[in-house]
């Protein structure tokens, strides 16, 4: 599967080189945005390494909609390392669209981001992820939080005796 248009004429394809710009737009914008508590100093200077990253080292789905790239979402093996959607776009399902994607193309799926990010903890949270750990991030020591996905629990056996 390479792309796909939902009813409400989202489509998600796999990023072309084309859309970097866009996605480095919608990066920066986003995170701006959703880590206010941070300096922009802080996107700004990871902004050329993310970008690379992304580019050459990730598997890049984007969201468009009638040809304009709105979000976009990076998988590194089981790592969800960017899922982002352009402020103007937000709070219409294209997040959640671009989630349910990653949890197709993946078994389970893992995450990290900063804990003071409250509505992407709680979206998280709402499509089932579950905090693994909490450390401080070692930049800039706000709190940052591991999440797994695993759509099949784990069950513990019972070893108590059966009466």
Excluded at 17 to 36: K, N, Q, T, V
Aim: proline share 4%; hydrophobic share 45%; glycine share 6%.
């Amino acid at each position: 599967m390479n792309s796909f248009t939902n009813a409400a004429g989202l489509t998600l394809r796999k990023a072309e080189l084309g859309d970097y710009e866009d996605i480095g737009e919608i990066w920066l914008s986003a995170s701006l945005r959703a880590h206010d508590f941070l300096p922009s100093k802080y996107w700004w200077e990871r902004q050329d390494a993310l970008q690379r990253l992304y580019q050459y080292k990730s598997e890049v789905w984007v969201a468009e909609v009638e040809g304009q790239v709105c979000g976009f979402l990076a998988l590194v093996e089981s790592k969800l390392i960017a899922l982002f959607v352009a402020p103007c776009w937000q709070r219409r399902g294209i997040g959640s669209q671009l989630l349910e994607l990653a949890k197709s193309l993946r078994s389970r799926l893992e995450l990290h981001l900063f804990a003071d990010n409250a509505k992407a903890f709680n979206f998280y949270l709402r499509h089932r992820f579950e905090v693994l750990w909490k450390r401080p991030e070692r930049y800039t020591g706000y709190p940052l939080v591991f999440m797994g996905f695993n759509p099949q629990p784990m069950f513990v056996e019972n070893t108590a005796p059966v009466a």
